[in-house]
Every structure is written in structure tokens, then in C-alpha cells.
């Protein structure tokens, strides 16, 4: 396992290298400089003999003798980056260098009657250019435990976009002071990431940080400029109160806390300040790239936009007097259209159904990982449900009071309608899922809106919720020819229920409703647990429904 230092320049060998010995003590690994750019011989030399003098403090005898201290060991190009001539020409002196002079020590110790020198590897530099990929493949190659990317301003872009990119644990760092020995002189820039924070410190030199700059979430009624400004205030602050060493972690490419982060590594402040990343797991690397490639094709909402929709779900999925009112008078229409046979009234009761509002509100929920939107939302959702079952059902008692307690002909031949909703099929879950897609999609255009009724007649959740509250009323209850009674209608209102909320999360996301800060990690876990959840419950609803099907040959 390696530390692989990125070296653009000789102040930042000269700042950066008691740094990358310091890590690599407490990580137990070896230090492979890598010198970016073709013209690099120099820069080579200086790098050799920083770090013998940091280890031997007597660079001409350690570099004569061909020895490098046992926890810096550094490594020729790999075979797969080319190397330029001149570096092939002096790895391979060097090579020749690291054979012969160990053993001329070894042999002169023993003439002297003194004990031979050690054995130790040589001191070799990689080259490579200046791009990201080269590095990627150094890094996996080696082994890579940690990159260490001293910061430059001249090359801050392409700094920015290695950092960015990166699929290992990464510290971008201004070292203005020298590397931390005690956790006292250590703080962390942002308390909503001290677990990653810690965690991170931890490897890097043993330590934890014992002070925060800013604890508490950005408030909505700031923008980001302003958080940046204060961030920087307050690690101003922790420099002036004597802490040597400041620690950002962030994942989050284009929020507050990234943008924080670089302007603070601009700064000279007195201390110096890292960046941190955890590296990145599988499934995280390809959730970011599906973030970007979807930033790149559908621009998210701006702040004003998503503040704005945010604000009309959570009102929208609050349980109150006049959802219940509105559900039930919308089950009471569909439960008349579905008497009468009219498809006309229950596409007008899927219009005026509050029920969708509630769902994308738990869509986005899950989304930004906000758990008491999440139970408000099922309550209404809840709500509803129990509003339109009752309500179905009492318009059936009061068709029975109305005929004299005769019972109505509501067959599958007459009744094609209702019993159209007794028979859940597969096919239903790719109508909940795009219509939740579109539907949430409408919510975030306004231009948009009128497809919100198309949605909602895709979607037909009341309809289904009227059946199952008739059939309670008039029969039959058990299993027929042609669907399944009372049970079946509520597993279409299941299946549409929890389609919509994933399609409507997954679209949302797309648009920028979503946790950008890269700190929320126990709001994150949380919305991962739901979202598996839902699809957990959506795959075992669907395959009872295909062992259905299999058992009695439809």
C-alpha cells in the first residue's frame, strides 16, 4: 500500500514533504513522489534528496550511498504510462546505483570491523503528465491508500478536477505550517461531517480534531455566497485561536461546502487547511456519474424553484380537514361512475383526487432524506385511504338504502368497470412508475402543469380504493373467475402507491431535489434504507402476483 504525493512544483516538494512522511509513519505505507510534467530532471534530484534529508538529514551521504529511509520507498514509472527517454535512461542508473552501492557499504563496514549499513530501497521518482488518468492508474497499480495533493495556485483548476474526480481517499492540502502532533492543534472545518472527518484524521496522523468551525446546517434563507463567506470567518477564527491544521471534508462537488473549501485553500491564513474525500465505492462512483451526466442533459432547479416546490409538497402532504373532505368526495364520484358503468365520472374523480400530492411528497422525502416529511406524508397517504374506503362504502349503503335493500346487478358483465380493478397484473407497476415520472416531472415545470392530469388519470388511485369499498358493501368476497374481490383493487391502490413514490423520487433527483451538501450522512443511509425498502416491497408484490398468474393459467 502507497501515499502517491503529487509534485507540481518545488514549493510544494519543499511544504508537502514533511507532510507525506508524517502520514505515511501513521498510515504504515510507502511514499511514491510523482513529478508531473516533461521538464522534470531537476525537480527529480530536489525530490531525492528532500526526503533523505528529512529522514537522514544529510542529503549527499544518503543519496552516495543510495539509500532511502525504510518508510519512503519510491517506485520507477509503471509499465503501463510510457515514460520519456531521460526518465527510462535514469531509472535504469539509478536501478544500477540501488544495486551497487549497498553492497560497496556493506563490503567497506566489514574491512572497518564496523557493522554493514542496512539494505534499503532506492529513492526513484515517477513522471507522468499532467492528467487525471495516468494517476487513476498509478493509484490502483500501487495500491494507493491515500493521495496527497499539495495545493497550487497556479494549478488550482486542474487540482479541482484530479480532487474531484477521484476514486481513493484524497487530501488536498495548503501546508502553511508543519504537519500536527498533538489533537489539540487539530480542527474540523464542518461538524455535520465529523464522523468522515474523524475517520480520515484518524489515518492520516493518529489524531482527532478537538474544535469545529461551523455546527450547525446551512439555513434556507442563505444563500451560498453568504455561507462561503461565513465558513471562511469562522476558519479564520480557528487559526487565530492557534489550531495548525484545519479539516473540510466534503464529497460534494458544486455545493457550499466545496466551494468553502476551495476558497480556504486560496487563503493563507496561518494554518494549513486540507480537503478530504473518502474514496469511492462502486456503487457511489456510478451514482456520481449518473449525477453529472443527468446535471449535463436536464439542468437542475435553481434555489428560488426548488425552495418553492419543496414548500408546496410539504403543504400539500400535510393530513388536514379538507384533504379528507376532497378524497372523499372524489371516492364518492368514482364509486358512482363505477355504479353506473361511466368512465366518464371516474376519470372527473381521478381529477379531483388530492392523493398524488401526498405521494410525491413522499417521493421527495426520500430524495433529500427528510424523515418527518416522510411520516407526514404517509399519514395523509394513510388518511386518504381510509377516507375514500369508507366513503366508497357508504355510497354503497346508500344505494341499498335507495333500492330497498335490493341488491344491484354488479356482475363482471354489467360491472366491467369495477371488475376491471379486481385483476392486478405487472403491467400496473409500469403505470405507477411513469406516472409518478411524469407527474413529478410536471411539478417541476411550470409550463408543464397541464400533464399533471394526464398523470393523475394514469395513475388511478381512488378508483380502485371506491371498488374495494363497494364491494365490502354489496359482495362477492371471495375469489371469482374474474379477479379477486376487495383484495385486489387495494393491491393495484399498493403497487401504484409505491411505483410513484420511487419514480417520483428518482425524477426529483434528477431536477436537484436532492441532499447537495455531501453531509447529510444519516439522512442519506436513511433515504438508501427507504428507497431499498420500497423496491423490496414492490419486487415481492410483484412476483406473488407473476406466481398468480403461473398457478391459475392467466
Known amino acids: 500500500m502507497s501515499l502517491i504525493l503529487i509534485i507540481p512544483a518545488e514549493a510544494q516538494l519543499r511544504l508537502a514533504a514533511p507532510w507525506a512522511v508524517a502520514i505515511a509513519e501513521s498510515m504504515d505505507c510507502e511514499i511514491i513522489p510523482v513529478v508531473l510534467g516533461a521538464d522534470h530532471e531537476i525537480l527529480d534530484r530536489h525530490t531525492e534528496a528532500t526526503f533523505a534529508k528529512l529522514l537522514y538529514g544529510s542529503p549527499s551521504n544518503s543519496i552516495a550511498n543510495g539509500h532511502a529511509p525504510a518508510s519512503v520507498t519510491t517506485s520507477a514509472t ?19 546505483t540501488a544495486s551497487s552501492a549497498p553492497a560497496r557499504d556493506a563490503a567497506a563496514g566489514d574491512s572497518a570491523g564496523n557493522s554493514p549499513a542496512p539494505l534499503r530501497s532506492p ?52 501546508p502553511c505550517s508543519p504537519p500536527p502532533t498533538k489533537a489539540a492543534e487539530i480542527a474540523g472545518g464542518y461538524r455535520l461531517t465529523e464522523l468522515a472527518t474523524k475517520r480520515i484524521t484518524m489515518k492520516m496522523l ?36 492557534g489550531k495548525s491544521l484545519i479539516v473540510l471534508a466534503s464529497n460534494d462537488d458544486n455545493g457550499w461546502l466545496s466551494k468553502a473549501g476551495q476558497a480556504a485553500l486560496d487563503e493563507d491564513c496561518g494554518s494549513s487547511f486540507a480537503m478530504v474525500r473518502e474514496g469511492q465505492s462502486m456503487a457511489r462512483g456510478a451514482l456520481a456519474r449518473l449525477r453529472r451526466w443527468t446535471d449535463s442533459i436536464t439542468p437542475p432547479l435553481s434555489r428560488s424553484e426548488r425552495v418553492e416546490l419543496q414548500e408546496d409538497l410539504e403543504t400539500g402532504s400535510r393530513p388536514s380537514f379538507e384533504f379528507l373532505g376532497l378524497i372523499s368526495a372524489a371516492s364518492m364520484l368514482a364509486a358512482f361512475g363505477l355504479y353506473q358503468n361511466s368512465a366518464a365520472v371516474i376519470i372527473g374523480a381521478m381529477l379531483i383526487a388530492p392523493l398524488m400530492t401526498p405521494i410525491l411528497g413522499a417521493g421527495m422525502a426520500i430524495a433529500v432524506g427528510n424523515r418527518p416529511l416522510f411520516r407526514t406524508a404517509w399519514k395523509a397517504i394513510g388518511l386518504g385511504f381510509v377516507g375514500a374506503l369508507v366513503s366508497g362504502a357508504c355510497f354503497g349503503v346508500l344505494v341499498l338504502v335507495l333500492r330497498g335493500f335490493s341488491w344491484p346487478d354488479l356482475g363482471p358483465e354489467k360491472a366491467t368497470e369495477m371488475w376491471a380493478r379486481c385483476n392486478p397484473s405487472p403491467i400496473d407497476f409500469c403505470v405507477g412508475f411513469v406516472g409518478g415520472m411524469a407527474a413529478s416531472y410536471a411539478r417541476t415545470r411550470k409550463d408543464l402543469s397541464s400533464a399533471l392530469a394526464g398523470a393523475a388519470i394514469a395513475a388511478a388511485l381512488v378508483p380502485p380504493i371506491s371498488t ?76 406473488g402476483l407473476l406466481e398468480a398468474k403461473l398457478l391459475t393459467g392467466g
Open 78 to 96: 509503471p509499465a503501463t504510462v510510457a515514460p520519456s527517454p531521460a526518465t527510462s535512461a535514469k531509472s535504469a542508473t539509478s536501478a544500477t
Open 123 to 174: 529513492v526513484t521518482v515517477v513522471n507522468l503528465e499532467q492528467d487525471v488518468e495516468p494517476i487513476h492508474q498509478l493509484c490502483q497499480e500501487r495500491g494507493c491508500r491515500l493521495l496527497l495533493i499539495p495545493y497550487s495556485h497556479a494549478d488550482a483548476d486542474w487540482q479541482l478536477k484530479l480532487f474531484q474526480k477521484s476514486k481513493y481517499r484524497t487530501v488536498w492540502l495548503n
Open 206 to 241: 493518529g489524531l482527532q480534531p478537538t474544535a469545529w468551525g461551523i455546527d450547525h446546517q446551512k439555513p434556507d434563507h442563505v444563500d451560498d455566497d453568504k455561507q462561503v463567506e461565513l465558513a471562511i470567518h469562522a476558519f479564520d477564527q480557528l487559526a487565530a485561536d
Open 468 to 543: 374495494a369499498g363497494l364491494q365490502l358493501v354489496f359482495g362477492p368476497w371471495n375469489l371469482q373467475a374474474h379477479g379477486l374481490p376487495i383484495l385486489g383493487p387495494i393491491i393495484v391502490v399498493g403497487i401504484n402507491v409505491l411505483t410513484i413514490m420511487a419514480g417520483s423520487s428518482l425524477v426529483l433527483w434528477v431536477r436537484g431535489i436532492r441532499a447537495t451538501d455531501g453531509q447529510r450522512k444519516k439522512q442519506d443511509r436513511w433515504a438508501i434504507r427507504t428507497i431499498l425498502a420500497v423496491l423490496v416491497a414492490i419486487l415481492l408484490v410483484l412476483v
